[in-house]
């Protein structure tokens, strides 16, 4: 049977429908999906009830997990696993803000000499307005390109820095031991989309804190330059969250980030993270 893909309209992503994650998959749907997944970028499964084991299961047809750096928000029993939340389940129950991390454009574990191929994100609890995660398709945004542009973007390098996001949302302060773990690393700012072959815009405002060979202000503005860009709505696909979603997307060739809510509502979300290869020189 014929895997059942409705697009969703804007430049990327897409709802697969009637699977159930808990069950097994036949190599030939799994094929099917992998092929939805390099031609939308974003894929969605709705109405999942997922318990850790099975979402890890899932998640690991798609290759090796990652474990984040960020160790304070892993699940103790199941490291693979990264809480997406902003209140703290563990004390008080309050708001903390810790999802604010992910509310600007970025590429997720860019900051990593091995980047992150796919994320997986799950929804336990979402806010009734807000909360979206919009991705852009940076395949397109190159595409669109002037060749001047095309030309000299190929022969740039961007630097991927945890430490320089981190201080720029104003999160608590790294820890030496995973400041050492997350040194600032260097990734072309056009890469290769390995399952298509397409050349797409690699970077963002979330990890990306300059420019090899320019000084610190031209690098920024040449970053914002290229955000402002491939972040306009024609290359833009916003998700509108329910409960049970279970959305995958390609690290490779698109940015997110999260949109503001009422942070007395809670939101809650259970994320896996696929390790990808390294990125050519």
Same mark, same amino acid.
């Given at each position: 049977?014929?895997?059942?893909?409705?697009?969703?309209?804007?430049?990327?992503?897409?709802?697969?429908?009637?699977?159930?994650?808990?069950?097994?998959?036949?190599?030939?749907?799994?094929?099917?999906?992998?092929?939805?997944?390099?031609?939308?970028?974003?894929?969605?499964?709705?109405?999942?009830?997922?318990?850790?084991?099975?979402?890890?299961?899932?998640?690991?047809?798609?290759?090796?997990?990652?474990?984040?750096?960020?160790?304070?928000?892993?699940?103790?029993?199941?490291?693979?696993?990264?809480?997406?939340?902003?209140?703290?389940?563990?004390?008080?129950?309050?708001?903390?803000?810790?999802?604010?991390?992910?509310?600007?454009?970025?590429?997720?574990?860019?900051?990593?000499?091995?980047?992150?191929?796919?994320?997986?994100?799950?929804?336990?609890?979402?806010?009734?307005?807000?909360?979206?995660?919009?991705?852009?398709?940076?395949?397109?945004?190159?595409?669109?390109?002037?060749?001047?542009?095309?030309?000299?973007?190929?022969?740039?390098?961007?630097? *991927?820095?945890?430490?320089?996001?981190?201080?720029?949302?104003?999160?608590?302060?790294?820890?030496?031991?995973?400041?050492?773990?997350?040194?600032?690393?260097?990734?072309?700012?056009?890469?290769?989309?390995?399952?298509?072959?397409?050349?797409?815009?690699?970077?963002?405002?979330? *990890?990306?804190?300059?420019?090899?060979?320019?000084?610190?202000?031209?690098?920024?503005?040449?970053?914002?330059?290229?955000?402002?860009?491939?972040?306009?709505?024609?290359?833009?696909?916003?998700?509108?969250?329910?409960?049970?979603?279970?959305?995958?997307?390609?690290?490779?060739?698109?940015?997110?980030?999260?949109?503001?809510?009422?942070?007395?509502?809670?939101?809650?979300?259970?994320?896996?993270?696929?390790?990808?290869?390294?990125?050519?020189?």
């Amino acid at each position: 049977m014929a895997l059942a893909v409705q697009p969703s309209g804007a430049a990327l992503g897409a709802v697969v429908e009637g699977l159930d994650l808990t069950k097994p998959l036949s190599d030939e749907i799994f094929e099917e999906i992998l092929a939805a997944f390099h031609c939308h970028h974003v894929l969605c499964f709705r109405d999942q009830d997922l318990d850790e084991e099975s979402f890890i299961a899932f998640s690991r047809r798609f290759g090796e997990l990652q474990t984040h750096v960020l160790s304070q928000w892993l699940r103790d029993d199941y490291p693979e696993i990264y809480i997406l939340s902003n209140y703290d389940m563990a004390g008080s129950g309050k708001p903390t803000g810790g999802d604010k991390v992910a509310r600007v454009w970025h590429s997720d574990l860019s900051f990593a000499e091995v980047p992150a191929l796919a994320t997986l994100l799950y929804a336990v609890e979402v806010p009734s307005e807000g909360g979206n995660t919009e991705f852009a398709n940076m395949l397109a945004a190159h595409d669109a390109l002037d060749e001047r542009s095309k030309r000299r973007l190929e022969k740039l390098r961007a630097i *991927h820095d945890l430490q320089t996001s981190h201080n720029r949302i104003k999160q608590k302060p790294l820890t030496e031991e995973q400041i050492k773990a997350a040194p600032p690393v260097e990734h072309p700012i056009v890469r290769t989309h390995t399952p298509t072959g397409r050349k797409g815009l690699y970077m963002g405002y979330g *990890h990306t804190k300059g420019v090899v060979g320019m000084s610190e202000k031209e690098g920024q503005v040449l970053i914002d330059e290229l955000v402002a860009f491939s972040t306009e709505p024609r290359f833009v696909y916003s998700h509108k969250w329910c409960v049970g979603d279970v959305v995958l997307w390609d690290n490779r060739c698109t940015m997110h980030r999260g949109t503001p809510y009422d942070d007395r509502e809670r939101r809650r979300m259970l994320r896996t993270t696929v390790k990808g290869t390294e990125i050519p020189a």
